[in-house]
């Protein structure tokens, strides 16, 4: 598999702004549903455009970046300036790797059909081709074709070991390679999967998932860790569980590596609670790669946060 780090961490990067014609030339460009395209460059450079009609809302723009810096194994340094794109002046959230090349932009632009999310992903030190590439896709046609100069590419199938995925309305998703995939919905919420060589590997990576989980923290947050049992497509599984509490809200993360239909996979998701008695159930993405046996709760009781308690997942893409 194209590593599930990557898988868990990024759903694909975006698009840029017009203002140098050819900055996307060479490039890939997959559809993302109907919301816009996402581009893959030989150079290392990925791009995103999405047009939502309505929102992103901060948190999902806040889960999405979350999800860019977690595909930096050193870490990234933040930063947000104002810089002109689309017409206008907007903030512009930056990503510089801790230690190595590379980094990330992303903006949302305010349109009169909506807000467009625009990113673009790098492993070179120089970030002007980023630059070019925000503007690039900042400027184009609300939901319109690929950048100039970028060849339209084919949306592989969202496949599960072979099963057609169908995707829960306002979410988007991504095949990386056959069977392997990331859904990323509204808010910190996402669900990925991918083959694994054998499930020997399972231990590992899930301590490789935990450490990133544990790498997106942020103050304010309380969480709690367990495992319980579960089905990952129907084949049965026990699943690692973290539980979130933030600011009165509570969201719920799996992951685990299990064999379906003879093929071992590895999948992760995170998403909100359900209010009682709802709470027991999962909410999508979730659903889409695990279901509960019965009797078993999505959400266990959980007491309130201590004051100042940290160390809980802001997002995992």
Not at 57 to 74: C, H, M, N, R
Not at 145 to 166: F, T
Not at 270 to 299: H, M, N, W, Y
Request: overall charge positive; charged content about 20%.
């Amino acid at each position: 598999m194209t590593t599930m780090a990557a898988v868990v961490m990024a759903l694909a990067l975006a698009a840029p702004e017009g203002g140098r014609a050819g900055a996307l030339a060479g490039c890939s460009a997959v559809p993302l549903t109907d919301l816009g395209w996402r581009y893959e460059c030989p150079s290392g450079r990925g791009a995103r455009v999405e047009d939502h009609a309505a929102g992103p809302s901060d948190a999902y723009v806040d889960g999405f970046e979350g999800g860019l810096a977690g595909a930096f194994p050193s870490g990234v340094t933040r930063s947000t300036a104002a810089r002109k794109l689309g017409g206008g002046e907007v903030p512009v959230r930056a990503g510089a790797a801790r230690g190595g090349a590379g980094g990330y932009l992303v903006a949302v632009l305010r349109r009169k059909e909506g807000r467009r999310l625009v990113a673009c992903t790098t492993a070179d030190a120089q970030r002007d081709p980023c630059d070019a590439t925000l503007a690039t896709l900042a400027a184009g046609p609300w939901r319109g074709p690929p950048a100039a100069g970028a060849a339209r590419g084919q949306a592989l199938a969202l496949e599960l070991a072979g099963r057609a995925v169908a995707l829960p309305r306002g979410c988007t998703g991504v095949a990386a390679s056959p069977g392997e995939a990331a859904v990323r919905c509204e808010g910190p919420t996402v669900a990925g999967w991918a083959p694994v060589p054998t499930e020997a590997a399972g231990p590992q990576l899930l301590q490789q998932l935990e450490a990133r989980f544990k790498a997106l923290d942020r103050p304010g947050l309380d969480y709690r860790r367990d495992d319980l049992p579960c089905l990952l497509d129907g084949a049965r599984a026990t699943c690692a569980r973290v539980v979130v509490m933030d600011q009165g809200r509570r969201w719920v993360a799996l992951w685990t590596v299990a064999t379906v239909r003879g093929l071992p996979h590895a999948a992760y998701c995170l998403a909100p609670a359900g209010k009682p008695p709802a709470s027991r159930e999962l909410q999508p993405p979730c659903t889409i790669p695990f279901d509960l046996p019965p009797g078993v709760g999505a959400v266990p009781p959980l007491p309130p946060p201590k004051p100042g308690a940290r160390s809980a997942p802001q997002a995992a893409h």
